[in-house]
């Protein structure tokens, strides 16, 4: 309001002592002054709401921007558990149609969207953030002796991808009519000939998304098993947990990229009129089935 009164005075002052010119430059200062003091009044507002929400930016830097094991640990445990309520939920529905004999979801690719869902949300975004990432990340470092992951900043970003590739994963679900191909993705229920839209290329971008997460994971867990064991912690001393976790661990490094390299292949398929899997091209749905 300060800058207003001054505006407003001082054109009232010009109005007074000389004609048009004068009242043209009061209306134009008086215009200026009221939008300085709702921009005045607008900035004072976001102050105050930037002042208030200060404490959840903290808590939101704190939890976002963590390296320690633990706490991602606990991130991964979260991640699990809210993705087990939802393919619980959606497990749920399937049980639901499948308890009468008419339909109850009206619609049968709605069921073999949910069947989808439910498998890559169960296999994907529970089982293997629980085991791996939650109970991993918690008890290896401190079974093994050392004070963290070898990798801690890669460790957050093998977190941080798994909730995009489940974002991912629900685009692929809703976009269209869904995919209902299967968890697997075997051709050719998801090729164009059965899903020609972009929901089957969300479901593949998401296991993608996800290999690399588990990628990422698991050569922290075997890099910290090999280079940051104490000096009298040799393998056979090493528990059955961390054996059992790096062992794992190196069949994913093996296994994910086969398998990254069958969905590039697929998404070829799609979207470049490759022909890997498709027999009218001489190629074959059967080799996908081997190399997932």
Request: hydrophobic residues 55%; contains cysteine; glycine residues 12%.
């Amino acid at each position: 309001a300060f800058p207003y009164a001054i505006l407003v005075s001082a054109g009232s002052g010009f109005n007074k002592k000389g004609g048009f010119a004068s009242l043209v430059s009061s209306e134009v200062g008086g215009q200026f002054g009221f939008f300085m003091s709702k921009a005045w009044a607008v900035s004072r507002l976001l102050l105050w709401v930037l002042w208030k929400v200060r404490l959840y930016y903290a808590w939101f830097w704190r939890w976002g921007g963590t390296v320690n094991h633990k706490e991602i640990g606990t991130l991964y445990f979260m991640l699990a558990i809210w993705a087990g309520l939802m393919g619980t939920g959606l497990s749920v529905l399937m049980r639901l149609e499948l308890s009468v004999p008419e339909s109850v979801l009206g619609n049968s690719h709605l069921y073999n969207v949910l069947v989808t869902s439910h498998g890559l949300v169960m296999i994907f975004f529970f089982v293997m953030p629980m085991m791996m990432g939650g109970f991993g990340n918690w008890l290896f470092p401190l079974m093994l002796g050392a004070g963290d992951m070898a990798f801690p900043r890669m460790n957050a970003l093998s977190f941080w991808l798994m909730p995009s590739s489940m974002l991912l994963l629900l685009m692929s679900a809703f976009v269209e009519e869904g995919f209902g191909g299967g968890w697997t993705l075997y051709p050719p229920l998801s090729s164009n000939w059965a899903h020609s839209g972009p929901s089957t290329d969300f479901a593949i971008l998401s296991l993608h998304v996800g290999g690399v997460s588990s990628i990422l994971a698991s050569l922290n867990f075997l890099t910290t098993m090999l280079g940051m064991r104490p000096g009298g912690v040799t393998l056979i001393r090493c528990t059955m947990f961390v054996l059992s976790l790096s062992i794992t661990s190196f069949l994913l490094i093996c296994a994910m990229p086969v398998l990254a390299g069958a969905l590039t292949m697929l998404i070829t398929d799609r979207n470049f009129n490759t022909t890997f899997f498709d027999p009218a091209g001489l190629g074959d749905p059967m080799l996908f089935v081997h190399l997932f």
